[in-house]
Nanobody, 118 residues
């Protein structure tokens, strides 16, 4: 089994910063892509950012220039540095890991709440 655990959410004022962390553990041969998605109340889950094992990144237009995704392959950990936060960034943030053991499987964390006050 594989566990994916997020941490680092919280309450911050608009313009502030937060750093999210996500660690995958368990039966892991390797991890291809890792990423962050978010879901605001009444809205569908949306992609925020992804990073491959080689370090290639992809961002939603709404967070480009404000959020930075990074990864420590040795620790199976991905980070999301969020700067210049806006109230519209308020959501539950979910970590995703595409884990390889024989074939690729999708694993999700339980989510961490990020609330940005105006």
């Amino acid at each position: 089994q594989v566990q994916v655990v997020e941490s680092g959410g919280g309450l911050v004022q608009a313009g502030g910063s937060l750093r999210l962390s996500c660690a995958a553990s368990g039966r892991i041969f390797s991890i291809n892509s890792m990423g962050w998605h978010r879901q605001a109340p009444g809205k569908q889950r949306e992609l925020v950012a992804t990073i491959t094992s080689g370090g290639s990144t992809n961002y939603a237009d709404s967070v480009k220039g404000r959020f930075t995704i990074s990864r420590d392959n040795a620790k199976n950990t991905v980070y999301l540095q969020m700067n210049s936060l806006k109230p519209e960034d308020t959501a539950v943030y979910y970590c995703n890991a595409k884990v390889v053991h024989v074939r690729e499987y999708d694993y999700w964390g339980q989510g961490t709440q990020v609330t940005v006050s105006s």
